[in-house]
């Protein structure tokens, strides 16, 4: 199974600061990756997919970039809804579709 | 509105049985490939199970395969997780969701169901 790594595990940011969170997968997967944000209580939301493109109505403040291994979701200017945890998932293996272990966003 | 509800969650002893349910409206259902995710208790998002449109295809998390059934009724636009043999790591919230089939590659979940609690404890 392909393993997804994400870091920080936890980060403590303020509005209005920019902020990249990092997900590695243990091999190469194209583009095969989709972030969610998850907020307490709630279910997770798609964000990004394709490594890059953005989820329909989803605020231009999030962008996602990288290809292979290495990817990274940037929030260019935090807001107050934005303080939730953040989830990659792989999509490009046969079954499972194994998720990051999160990455938790916390007001400074 | 594109929805989807879940219920069937509970308290269930170990070794016992449960199912949950999924009830969509608002989209086609039976043009959608489906999934099942789960999250224990503090825990991260785990994949659990995935279901084509017309039942020919269905894939398990290895932790799952033999115990847990997906399946779906499509006239009554309803995904099923039949859930056998469970054990107190089993215990989670069961997210539905729905894969968006429009979208350059495959398995990205665009609508969530809002999640049901199952427990499983003696």
């Known amino acids: 199974d392909i393993q997804m790594t994400q870091s920080p595990s936890s980060l403590s940011a303020s509005v209005g600061d920019r902020v990249t969170i990092t997900c590695r997968a243990s091999q190469s997967i194209s583009n095969y990756l989709n972030w969610y944000q998850q907020k307490p209580g709630r279910a997770p939301k798609l964000l990004i997919y394709?490594?890059?493109s953005l989820h329909s109505g989803v605020p231009s403040r999030f962008s996602g970039s990288g290809s292979g291994t290495d990817f990274t979701l940037t929030i260019s200017s935090l807001q107050p809804e934005d303080f939730a945890t953040y989830y990659c998932q792989q999509t490009y293996s046969s079954p499972p579709k194994t998720f990051g272990q999160g990455t938790k966003l916390e007001i400074k | 509105e594109v929805q989807l509800v879940e219920s069937g969650g509970g308290l269930v002893q170990p070794g016992g049985s449960l199912r949950l349910s999924c009830a969509a409206s608002?989209?086609?259902?039976?043009?959608?490939?489906m999934h099942w995710v789960r999250q224990a208790p503090g825990k991260g998002l785990v994949w659990v199970a995935r279901i084509n449109n017309d039942e020919s295809t269905v894939n398990y998390v290895d932790s799952v395969k033999g115990r847990f059934t997906i399946s779906r009724d499509n006239a009554k636009n309803t995904l099923y997780l039949q859930m056998n043999s469970l054990r107190a790591e089993d215990t989670a919230v069961y997210y539905c969701?729905?894969?968006?089939?429009?979208?350059?590659?495959?398995?990205?979940?665009?609508?969530w169901g809002q999640g049901t609690a199952v427990t499983i404890s003696s």
């Open positions: 608002g989209f086609t259902f039976k043009s959608y490939w």
């Open positions: 969701a729905r894969e968006s089939g429009t979208y350059p590659i495959p398995d990205v979940l665009d609508i």
């Open positions: 394709a490594a890059s």
